[in-house]
């Protein structure tokens, strides 16, 4: 049965970087997109970012794009949000998530029902 086992996180000053980790475990194949959520404190929660299966392509939340990267290892079915210079606003709590699917790009990454597991969630806290 597949997991998603995050890391990373913690409090962080505004102006920081932050990784935040992701290990998909107990599923071998690398055909699935991951997508990055979060969800502030009294807010729904929003698409972050995406990458799909191949790791040639990237989405990102128009108002995330230059501030994070996200990558991924199918060696070993990791993936990574690397987020830089994170402001306040970014506080909330992070999660990963799979969505199988069996083409290279990321159509479809940021809705949230497509995605077939999902992480714990880490908590984020960007101090000002």
């Known amino acids: 049965q597949m997991q998603l086992v995050e890391s990373g996180g913690g409090l962080v000053q505004a102006g920081d970087s932050l990784r935040l980790s992701c290990a998909v475990v107990?599923?071998?194949?690398?055909?699935?997109?991951m997508g990055w959520f979060r969800q502030a404190p009294g807010k729904e929660r929003e698409f972050v970012g995406g990458?799909?299966?191949?790791?040639?392509?990237?989405k990102y939340a128009a108002d995330m794009k230059g501030r994070c990267t996200i990558s991924r290892d199918n060696t070993n079915n990791t993936g990574t949000l690397q987020m830089n210079s994170v402001i306040p606003e970014g506080t909330a709590d992070y999660y990963c998530?799979?969505?199988?699917?069996?083409?290279?790009?990321?159509?479809?990454?940021?809705?949230?029902?497509?995605?077939?597991?999902w992480g714990q969630g880490i908590q984020v806290t960007v101090s000002s």
């Open positions: 998530a799979v969505y199988l699917m069996h083409r290279p790009d990321t159509v479809g990454v940021e809705a949230g029902w497509r995605y077939v597991c």
């Open positions: 107990g599923h071998r194949n690398s055909d699935y997109a």
């Open positions: 990458i799909g299966w191949s790791a040639g392509t990237q």
